[in-house]
């Protein structure tokens, strides 16, 4: 059974979907685009007895939902993210997990969370009970908020498995959804945080991007950044190999989505181009354009200026 459908477009689309958003995600605020005459939103819940998603496409800037705004019923689910297409940032329990086309994420639908688009964007949210996962995940706390890459073998087939659901949904039947739902928690099952060490390297994990992040606009060295961190050189590069990537991309992935929601946001418009690229860490505008173009497929001043 689906059990609701939106396709809203302009301004007064755009009260509906924020509508619709809340009673299908939960209490989340919508931050609007710059111009809602230009908005263009798309949310459908699937059910089956036994499995839950919902299907987002939209160009709003923002989903956020505050300590104030997570209540008792929403607190059912653990939401299995998928980016679809487009890009989008993630944040939960201080982490942010910065989505790329077929990425995975895990949020928990009883904390606060912010979703941030970087562009026309659409993923699939698979609802999955907090008591089942649980049970499968000792603690799931350390995985919130985590990219679980496209590029992974993890990542690879669970991506492709939410693909199929999202796609074939349909064809499902009333037996078919407990057992798929099934399927996925047991594939996340070897996420499980069973020991010390994996909840160490969370915690180091945690103090690493934090501590890049206040800190994007600075060379920053490996020594300087593991010292800080109090973890060795070759434990820095190990939190990165986890998620496959480097330092180096990492740091460049960081500046670019700052530049970008810079970009897009009204209270930066007195700010140059340069300006902007020079306060997130690039020391060269033709090569933070050509980084920008490569990314996100257009240039800066188009980035910009796009409608929204």
């Not at 609802?127 to 649980?134: F, R, S, V």
């Not at 190990?238 to 330092?247: G, I, M, P, S, V």
């Not at 530049?259 to 690039?282: D, K, N, Y």
Request: glycine share 6%; net charge neutral; hydrophobic share 40%.
């Amino acid at each position: 059974m689906q059990a609701m459908r939106s396709v809203t477009r302009g301004r007064d689309g755009y009260e509906q979907w924020c509508h619709d958003v809340r009673a299908i995600c939960g209490r989340f605020e919508s931050r609007a685009p710059r111009y809602l005459d230009d908005f263009a939103g798309h949310i459908a819940l699937h059910r089956r007895p036994g499995l839950e998603f919902a299907q987002v496409a939209t160009n709003a800037h923002s989903l956020a939902k505050s300590g104030h705004d997570t209540r008792a019923e929403d607190g059912l689910y653990y939401f299995l993210i998928y980016q679809r297409q487009g890009h989008s940032v993630l944040s939960q329990q201080g982490r942010q997990a910065v989505l790329d086309t077929g990425d995975l994420a895990l949020i928990d639908s009883r904390l606060p969370s912010e979703f941030v688009y970087l562009a026309d964007t659409q993923h699939v949210s698979v609802h999955l009970p907090c008591e089942a996962l649980e049970r499968r995940l000792r603690s799931p706390r350390p995985q919130l908020a985590r990219t679980l890459a496209a590029t992974s073998p993890m990542g690879t087939v669970l991506g492709g498995f939410v693909e199929q659901i999202a796609a074939r949904h349909e064809l499902f039947g009333e037996r078919e959804g407990g057992a798929l739902t099934d399927a996925l928690l047991a594939l996340l099952a070897p996420l499980a945080d069973d020991s010390e060490h994996a909840g160490g390297r969370a915690r180091d994990w945690a103090r690493v991007a934090a501590y890049i992040d206040e800190r994007l606009h600075e060379d920053l060295d490996p020594q300087d950044i593991a010292r800080s961190c109090a973890v060795s050189v070759r434990s820095l590069y190990r939190l990165f190999e986890a998620r496959d990537t480097t330092l180096g991309t990492y740091l460049r992935e960081r500046r670019l989505a700052c530049c970008a929601e810079a970009l897009s946001t009204p209270a930066w418009q007195h700010e140059s181009v340069t300006q902007i690229a020079l306060r997130w860490g690039f020391k060269d505008s033709a090569h933070f354009s050509r980084s920008f173009k490569a990314r996100y497929g257009m240039a800066p001043r188009e980035w910009r200026h796009r409608p929204r």
